[in-house]
Each structure stands twice: as C-alpha cells, then as structure tokens.
Nanobody
Framework: QVQLVESGGGLVQPGGSLRLSCAAS????????LSWYRQAPGKERELVAA????????NYANSVKGRFTISRDNAKNTVYLQMNSLKPEDTAVYYC??????????????WGQGTQVTVSS
C-alpha cells in the first residue's frame, strides 16, 4: 500500500521559516520523482516544487523561487520542502505527490493527506 504522510506544517509569522517533510512507503522511493503542491482556499491546487528521482533535477514555481528548497533523502524515503521568507500568500494546504508510480499493474499518481501552513502575524 502506497502512503505519503506529510508533517511540519503550522502557524508562522511573515518572514519565518518552516520545513515540511513527506515520508513515503509502499513503492520504490528512489526511482520516483516527487512534488509538492499547495491549495489555498478558493484557489486551484498548484505545483510548488518538484525533484527528480536522484535529486539532481529540481524546479520551482516562480512565486517561490529563491525562498523554497525541495530536497530528498532516499535512504529515509523522505522528501522535504524548506520554506524561508514566508509570506501570507504562502498560506495553503501543502500536499506531497508521487506523480508516476507503477503500482498494481498501472501507472498512478499518489497524494498525501496534506498539511496546513498558515503565515500570519
């Protein structure tokens, strides 16, 4: 059974930092690219950052470039999102995504349950 479990969300003041973690199980973590998405109230879910299977390839939404860093530890089956210089507009539920996992005979996308990030003074 594939599971993605996010943690590390919370309430932080503008300019502060948080590190999100996503612990994965049930598939070959080191062979899969991973992504972080977010969804703010009343808005569509958007891609925040993505990382290749080996960690050497990353890409970011323009809105978070220079502030957020995605990384992974394949020995721990965990992907991280370090978020610095947080702004109120970063407030959202953040989701971990494994977009292309070969599971039960077909390619599937898996999602975590999400973790709330609130940036407010």
């Amino acid at each position: 059974q594939v599971q993605l479990v996010e943690s590390g969300g919370g309430l932080v003041q503008p300019g502060g930092s948080l590190r999100l973690s996503c612990a994965a199980s049930g598939f070959t973590f080191s062979s899969n690219a991973l992504s972080w998405y977010r969804q703010a109230p009343g808005k569509e879910r958007e891609l925040v950052a993505a990382i290749g299977s080996a960690g050497g390839s990353t890409n970011y939404a323009n809105s978070v470039k220079g502030r957020f860093t995605i990384s992974r530890d394949n020995a721990k089956n965990t992907v991280y999102l370090q978020m610095n210089s947080l702004k109120p507009e970063d407030t959202a539920v953040y989701y971990c995504n494994a977009p292309a996992v070969y599971y039960s005979g077909r390619w599937r996308s898996f999602w975590g349950q999400g973790t709330q990030v609130t940036v407010s003074s």
